[in-house]
């Protein structure tokens, strides 16, 4: 039995292995290599999070949504597994991207939060996801809490682009006069070893990702098996 | 027959059994007025500033009014077994969306009938000519919301929690729909037309066709056992 | 210097949590695995 597990577990060891190395590659670029920003300074760095960050967690919800596609046609349990796994992951992701944006603020704003259009479309991301995680768990019946969960993936994915939409024109249609415009990233001159300490960073963090999602993914995969011998045994 | 002959059959139903009892359509009407009340307490407005809160006021009143219909949306449903029956039965469980959808909506535009105009009297209101504008965008608000609403509430029907959890995942997703009428409606009530909100005005109709499809379309999948 | 106090807390923050879940996901992964072959090992004898 265990050495059924090897190959998929080596495969996971590599994958590990190699997000580590990028990891560490893009950390020394991104905070010893690259120059500090001339307008923002050293704080600029936390881009370098803050970027991947927010992809990783969109990325995530795309997979929410296939797999909850998936998982409302053709009812195979792996979907709706994918589609736990990619959730939770990106709810992490998506926190992460709050916590990194709200430290760059402060320096770069004076406050810790600000209604900007990022900030908040974060927010409700993270809102919707938190909510398709408590809906998980608050059905008992398994197959009704897949289903509920794969409505909400899809129906929550359909509604981002109209959030967006309606947050971006709240936000530039009431724009305060006054020097924070945190819509746009002050990016100027931007130098090259910039751009490869974030490509590195993000080349990581994708690496991490999956590494992060095929261990959860292969959670959710023993779990299913343990109900489902647990009901053969009659337990 | 046709998926709205069928949707119109549950939806006729379901206004039969409200008309006999009108449990919801009371409860709903008397939670929206109480509200009005408690708004006022709650934010002292100067007469000037009225206008500008009002939108926004109106549509936090509907929304916590909508929801409580939402939560009794499937009631009779449950109560009765009803379920099996209408899944045994040749019926396309779009017609089924779009029944509870077109239920809830009804209860929430009459509603909306009467708390609006009384809005109008105890805030002291004068735009009483833009009434009709102000109906328009809280339609076609509501109905967004009645879609969404009758999806999370289908899905949430066995959650623990229930009150508690569809709000939660409701009201994240009117985000769009939650701005794009009060920005509507501050417009109609600052320049007397849509002007500006056009753009928001467009936004609303495509959230409701969008989520209406797709309603319809998934609502199959939901109701299963 | 500043400054680096702020890099410092988002790159401590973030990397922190990431450990944090990835402890908690090898956590649970062994727990599942346990209880999987246990399952399975008893199977056998049954």
Redesign the interface.
């Known amino acids: 039995m265990a050495k059924q597990l090897q190959p998929a577990h080596n495969r996971k060891g590599i994958l590990g292995a190699l997000a580590l190395v990028a990891v560490a590659v893009g950390l020394y670029w991104s905070l010893v290599v690259a120059p500090p920003d001339a307008y923002q300074g050293e704080v600029q760095r936390i881009m370098y999070l803050h970027l991947p960050s927010i992809l990783i967690a969109y990325l995530s919800y795309f997979l929410v949504f296939i797999g909850s596609g998936l998982y409302l046609w053709k009812r195979e349990k792996r979907d709706d597994i994918l589609a736990h796994a990619a959730a939770e992951i990106g709810v992490l992701f998506t926190a992460l991207t709050i916590i990194e944006g709200s430290i760059w603020g402060r320096p770069t704003w004076g406050v810790w939060w600000t209604w900007d259009a990022r900030l908040t479309l974060t927010a409700i991301l993270l809102l919707i996801y938190v909510g398709y995680l408590m809906l998980r768990s608050l059905i008992e019946d398994e197959n009704r809490a897949a289903t509920a969960a794969a409505v909400l993936g899809i129906i929550g994915f359909l509604d981002i682009p109209l959030i967006h939409m309606s947050v971006y024109w709240w936000r530039t249609l009431h724009q305060p006069p006054s020097i924070l415009r945190p819509d746009k990233l002050p990016w100027e001159n931007v130098h090259p070893s910039m751009l490869t300490a974030l490509t590195i960073s993000f080349v990581g963090f994708l690496l991490l990702y999956f590494y992060l999602l095929s261990l959860r993914y292969r959670i959710g995969e023993m779990r299913q098996e343990i109900q489902a011998l647990r009901l053969k045994r009659g337990a | 027959m046709t998926l709205l002959g069928q949707a119109y059959l549950l939806l006729w139903k379901d206004v039969l059994l409200e008309l006999r009892r009108r449990d919801s359509l009371l409860t709903m009407f008397f939670f929206g007025t109480l509200l009005l009340f408690v708004f006022h307490f709650s934010f002292d407005l100067a007469p000037e500033r009225v206008p500008e809160m009002a939108p926004a006021l109106l549509w936090l009143a509907f929304l916590f009014t909508g929801t409580l219909g939402l939560a009794q949306l499937f009631q009779a449903e449950r109560e009765n077994n009803c379920f099996d029956a209408l899944l045994l039965s040749p019926l396309d469980r779009g017609a089924l969306f779009l029944a509870k959808t077109g239920f809830n909506l009804i209860l929430m535009v009459l509603v909306e009938i009467v708390v609006i105009p009384l809005f109008w009297i105890l805030f002291n209101l004068r735009s009483w000519n833009l009434l009709p504008q102000v109906f328009l965008v809280t339609l076609l608000g509501t109905i967004g919301f009645c879609v969404l609403g009758t999806l999370m509430s289908a899905i949430t029907l066995r959650a623990r929690a229930r009150e508690l959890l569809l709000p939660l995942v409701l009201f994240p997703l009117m985000i769009p729909v939650i701005l794009a009428t009060i920005r509507c409606m501050e417009e109609v009530l600052r320049t007397g037309q849509f002007g500006d909100a056009l753009p928001w005005l467009r936004l609303l109709l495509g959230f409701d066709v969008i989520f209406l499809t797709a309603g319809v379309l998934i609502f199959d999948r939901v109701i299963e056992s | 210097m ?3 106090g ?2 410092a ?3 401590g ?2 990397w922190g ?2 450990l944090l ?2 402890y908690s ?2 956590r ?2 062994n727990q ?2 346990a ?3 246990e ?5 056998g004898q ?1």
């Open positions: 500043r400054a680096w702020f890099v807390a988002a790159y923050i973030v949590v990431i879940y990835l996901l090898k649970r992964y599942a695995a209880k999987l072959n399952l399975r090992s008893d199977g049954r």
